[in-house]
């Protein structure tokens, strides 16, 4: 069984740096065409793509946030940690992380299981 | 950056209806789309991959359709279980691997 779970503050200041951490298990993040990405939805609105980090240590951003993020990995934890800096109250939100699977042929990828969640607050 | 357009926006059915969300990619991604079940307050569960293949466990009154830019998914004899927000992703090439908006399906 494949399971995720994101922790970290609830509550951050506006210009701190938040940190989350992605325990998972069930499944490698040594293995070919596997990863673990994160996604946030702000209250009542859509999901956006964040940020994915590969079985090879590659690393995508998104374009909008590349400057404010980084994602490491701790294989022999089984932890990956997304760190964005300067938070703003727009980065309120809920934060899922997701094993990503790409396949090699015709190379589909996709986000299974997620994550609970996360809620992150900004607010002074 | 891919942009995806889902429509419409929500969606009002019954019980036993069959409905259609339909999914617009900014560019042609082959067949590089996904489809995810957002009930409120849970995580997205993936329903549909490389546009059209059912992820094991989803029942099969889901299926989607569709190539290039235009997507469909549709559900066959709604369940009270099926209603529900969902999103399309598109998957194709390198990141940022873009949602759609969200189509919410309410009774």
């Known amino acids: 069984q494949i399971t995720l779970k994101e922790t970290g503050p609830t509550l951050v200041k506006p210009t701190q740096t938040l940190t989350l951490t992605c325990s998972f298990s069930?499944?490698?993040?040594?293995?070919?065409?596997?990863?673990v990405g994160w996604i946030r939805q702000p209250p009542g609105k859509a999901l956006e793509w964040l940020g994915l980090?590969?079985?090879?240590?590659?690393?995508r951003y998104s374009p909008s946030l590349k400057n404010r993020l980084s994602i490491i990995r701790d294989t022999s934890k089984n932890h990956v940690v997304l760190t964005m800096t300067n938070m703003d109250p727009v980065d309120t939100a809920t934060y899922y992380c997701?094993?990503?699977?790409?396949?090699?042929?015709?190379?589909?990828?996709?986000?299974?299981?997620w994550g609970q969640g996360t809620l992150v607050t900004v607010s002074s | 950056d891919i942009q995806m357009t889902q429509s419409p926006s929500s969606l009002s059915a019954s019980v036993g209806d069959r409905v259609t969300i339909t999914c617009r990619a900014s560019?042609?991604?082959?067949?590089?789309l996904n489809w995810y079940q957002q009930k409120p307050g849970k995580a997205p569960n993936l329903l549909i991959f490389?546009?059209?293949s059912l992820q094991s466990g989803v029942p099969s009154r889901f299926s989607g359709s569709g190539s290039g830019t235009d997507f469909t998914l549709t559900i066959n004899s709604l369940q009270p279980e099926d209603f529900a927000t969902y999103y399309c992703?598109?998957?194709?090439?390198?990141?940022?691997?873009?949602f759609g908006q969200g189509t919410r399906l309410e009774i």
């Open positions: 997701s094993k990503w699977t790409r396949i090699v042929t015709p190379g589909h990828s996709w986000f299974d299981p």
């Open positions: 069930g499944f490698s993040l040594n293995t070919p065409g596997v990863g």
């Open positions: 980090i590969y079985w090879d240590d590659d690393k």
């Open positions: 560019q042609n991604i082959i067949s590089f």
């Open positions: 490389g546009a059209s």
């Open positions: 992703q598109q998957s194709y090439s390198t990141p940022p691997y873009t």
